[in-house]
């Protein structure tokens, strides 16, 4: 596959750390979409067939992430390439997850990245 659909700055709202300042709270995340995929079933002739649908797949990901807690951000990514190979399984997804450490002033932001594909969730 050599066509990628790209996602950038998708805001979610979550539950997410482990230390005691966030705990109780939910902190917002950025998260970037690469999801390497196949224009030639339909989107080249501007047709739906295969597209990933980036608006309903958006939809998905902020439902999926609501009332979830996770202690760390590599769950929290690893959890979301899930979601995108289980809604479309044909494609690979990079998920980068970015975060605001609230207990470390000096740190602009940490971040995470992961690839996957459906393959890699075989066995669950």
Known sequence: MHDTVHCHG???TVGIGFHTAELDITQTVSVDLAIAC???RGPARDEFTGLVDYFELVQQLERHV???????IEALAVDLAREVVRLYPPVQVRVKVTKRPLA???????AVECVRSAADFAGE
């Open 10 to 12: 998708l805001q979610l």
């Open 38 to 40: 196949d224009f030639g």
């Open 66 to 72: 609501a009332g979830r807690r996770y202690a760390l």
């Open 104 to 110: 470390m002033p000096q740190v602009a932001a940490v």
